[in-house]
């Protein structure tokens, strides 16, 4: 046997490939050459070994013994080189696997060890788990949802069936993964998987060392699943998340989340917290980690509500710093976990600050940074890798680590303006502005998400950022390969261009907004959005010529495009910029009429407020204020527009009605902290609000709208002419009073609103005078 394996070379390798009769008769001899030396790996998977093992699987020919040979080849080439077995996996392979695990009588351990451990590589590719997600669940569940039951079937189970049943949890949290409805259809799934961990954890007490870390590794499977399949029980049942439950008279929510309770827990729900917070407490880091997971899950869901807070910052936050310093594993998780329960919750944020967390994350990414073009230290090996889907190439988990330090600084920096300065006084800006140039995208995307959170605040763009060379990288990213790192580096931008911020200059060039007006077509309605915002903040109160520029670079067509936009949003964002480029008094709406004419753009804005959508409402009224303000033949036009201008009053009355119901039956207060949710799930959407509204109007909440529409009855009744009132002023007056804006406003005067109340007295001293 010996003479076979050293006889191993090229040559042989294209022999016994060259038929699957002559691999099958070599494959112990070609498993004994190649497990456990890399290079012969290589030749192997260079000689397409992958493609004819997998056909010698699915193959009739193979014997079960043989087929077991295979197995073990392939888990060893799978591990080496995942990359190798893409194009080669196809349907069939995937079912001669689940037809081998489907079979319950009369398979050898082994063979379901080493098929288990196949199909778990397998499902590393997104097409695979997707086919057998969708084609074939329900009976593959079932089955696995058996093998992971063995040991607990056992009072002293076999050192097998605790690795059989470890391997079938981590294929059955790729099924729950893909938020199967089904997997409700299985009967007290969290109870098994809960009763599972007990019995696991008892049987680590009496058992040799061996079965002690194969133990942990099915707790840690175990957390695992029951972590994917509380994300895809909220996301199925649609939840309210944590911070809209308000008072607890609220008493349909409450009666949802109690039924949500008993599907999920059924009576147990207590035991079963409480299971889970002394899991947290393990000493093995893996067990702890994925134990907090869970229950940050649960927390952020609202499935554990508002009385679960105080026990989750007073065990889960702590515990979650104190694995910033462990193994590299709870590292790349672990300011994750943290990120999303301190986003936009200041009593989160607050425990987690003086808990000295600023000072310990600055010392795990100077260490990320120190051995970013090195080998990672590792610290320690553990099953998390398997059970999270963790990188193994080092390079790759060192990425992550700075990734997802750098999407905690975001997130606690979301709300005050006290941690943002002890940011910035930590040094983590240079680190920050650095990682705008990384070569990971999702590191690139995390960094603006921190620039985004800093430009919160006025006085650290006057100040830190100021002094930070942020233009070019910035410039970089607005045409970067990845379509989401340029919608996050359009919404740094956009704070950017706020009037007021120091930086507000260097980007504001032809190249500029060259790039701004691309992006407004952009196939991403996210990007497209934050394109015509950050154009909305250039406009205001700029240059007249670089108003002029960038309406002209913009176009009829385009912006007419913009105006019927699929996105909400993006319609919103161009009412916007009318509204600012007819703001202040200038050229600047001359200059925009001139691409848009006043009838197209009346036309526009009639069937906006049509729409009764509060969003399009208010920017459209007063883009009407400010094109009535800059010119008196543009103030007679709307005057003589009745159909506009009887749409206008009906809004405001709507208005009136609704706040003064509101304003009658609203006896509650507010209740808790202020928390808006953060996408938990690979961080691939949005952590918060893509960018701050940062209005250049203070209205009061809610009061936007009527201040609008008494505006307007203002501007139109605004003499340019000297405190002696005009034939067209008395005109103005008396169209406004036959159309009942007179009787609207006396309707006003006692909201609640003190700004709404002072306006209401300006626009009816106008029409009274004026009459």
């Given amino acids: 046997m010996e003479e076979n394996i050293e006889s191993f070379n090229e040559d042989k390798l294209s022999l016994i490939f060259s038929n699957q009769s002559e691999l099958l008769k070599n494959i112990i001899p070609f498993k004994n050459w190649v497990i456990g030396r890399n290079d012969r790996k290589e030749l192997a998977i260079k000689a397409e070994a992958p493609k004819l093992l997998l056909n010698l699987f ?3 020919e193979a014997s079960l013994q043989e087929k077991y040979e295979v197995f073990i080849v392939l888990n060893s080439l799978m591990a080496n080189d995942k990359k190798a077995f893409v194009h080669f996996l196809r349907p069939e392979d995937l079912l001669s696997v689940i037809e081998l695990l489907s079979v319950k009588d009369n398979v050898p351990k082994n063979m379901l060890i080493i098929t288990l451990k196949v199909f778990t590589i397998m499902l590393n590719f997104d097409q695979a788990a997707e086919f057998v997600t969708q084609m074939h669940f329900s009976s593959l569940f079932n089955r696995l949802f058996d093998l992971y039951r063995l ?22 949290d790729y099924l729950v993964s893909s938020k199967n409805p089904q997997v409700d259809s299985v009967p007290s799934f969290c109870n098994t998987v809960f009763s599972t961990i007990a019995h696991t954890s008892k049987l680590k007490e009496s058992v040799r060392y061996r079965f002690f870390k194969s133990c942990d590794t099915l707790i840690v499977n175990s957390l695992a699943i029951l972590n994917s399949y509380f994300k895809a029980f909220s996301w199925r049942t649609n939840l309210p998340q944590v911070n809209e439950f308000g008072e607890e008279d609220d008493f349909e929510k409450l009666e949802n989340l109690k039924k949500v309770r008993l599907v999920l827990f059924g009576d147990n729900m207590s035991e079963q917290v409480c299971q889970l917070f002394s899991l947290a407490r393990e000493y093995h880091s893996p067990i702890r980690l994925l134990a907090l997971s869970c229950i940050v899950t649960l927390y952020k869901s609202g499935i554990l509500g508002k009385s679960s807070e105080e026990e989750v910052k007073l065990i889960v936050i702590p515990i979650l710093i104190r694995l910033f310093s462990q193994s590299q594993e709870t590292q790349q998780i672990a300011p994750r976990l943290l990120a999303m329960l301190v986003n936009e919750n200041e009593a989160m944020q607050k425990v987690a600050a003086n808990a000295n967390v600023i000072t310990f994350s600055k010392e795990l990414l100077n260490k990320v940074v120190k051995y970013s073009n090195e080998e990672f230290p590792v610290t320690e090996v553990s099953c998390l890798t398997d059970a999270l889907r963790l990188p193994t190439n080092r390079k790759e988990q060192n990425d992550l680590i700075m990734e997802s330090l750098l999407l905690f600084i975001a997130a606690l920096t979301t709300s005050k303006d006290e941690y943002r300065k002890m940011v910035v006084d930590a040094n983590y800006l240079p680190i920050i502005v650095d990682a705008l140039s990384n070569e990971s995208k999702n590191i690139r995307k995390a960094a603006c998400e921190c620039i985004l959170s800093l430009t919160r605040s006025v006085y650290i763009l006057r100040t830190g950022l100021a002094e930070a060379d942020l233009n070019e990288p910035l410039m970089k990213l607005l045409i970067d390969s990845d379509v989401r790192v340029q919608s996050s580096a359009m919404a740094v931008v956009c704070n950017l261009l706020l009037k007021f911020s120091p930086l507000r200059h260097k980007f504001l060039t032809p190249e500029f907004i060259d790039v701004l007006v691309a992006n407004t077509t952009a196939k991403d309605k996210s990007l497209r959005k934050k394109a015509v915002w950050a154009l909305r903040n250039s406009v205001y109160e700029n240059d007249e010529k670089l108003k002029k ?7 009829r067509d385009r912006v007419l495009k913009l105006c019927d936009d699929e996105d909400l949003g993006v319609q919103e964002q161009i009412l916007q910029v009318f509204r600012n480029f007819a703001c202040p008094k200038g050229e600047g709406v001359y200059d925009f009429l001139e691409v848009v004419s006043l009838p197209v753009l009346l036309n526009i804005l009639y069937q906006k407020l049509l729409t009764q959508n509060p969003t399009l409402m208010e920017p459209g009224i007063f883009t009407l204020v400010h094109v009535a303000s800059s010119d008196d033949e543009f103030r007679d036009i709307i005057l003589e527009d009745k159909n506009m201008l009887l749409l206008v009053k009906d809004i405001m009355l709507k208005e009136a009605e609704r706040y003064r119901i509101e304003h009658v039956s609203d006896n509650s207060s507010s209740a808790g902290d202020s928390e808006m949710e953060l996408q938990d799930d690979e961080f691939d959407l949005e952590m918060r609000p893509a960018f701050d509204v940062l209005e250049e109007d203070t209205l009061e909440l809610n009061s936007g709208i009527l201040l609008a529409g008494i505006w307007l009855c203002i501007s139109l009744l605004w003499s340019n002419q000297g405190s002696t ?36 007295k300006d626009a009816l001293a106008r029409i009274h005078v004026f009459s």
């Fill in 725 to 760: 009132p005009t034939e067209e002023d008395i005109q103005g007056a008396k169209i406004l009073r036959e159309l009942g804006f007179e009787d609207c406003l006396f309707l006003l005067q006692n909201h609640p609103s003190p700004d709404v109340r002072e306006r209401v």
């Fill in 58 to 60: 699915s193959s009739k």
């Fill in 151 to 172: 040991p607990s079937q056992k009072k002293y189970p076999m050192f097998d069936d605790i690795r059989i049943s470890s391997l079938a949890a981590s294929v059955l």
């Fill in 549 to 555: 520029g960038i309406i002209q670079k913009l176009g």
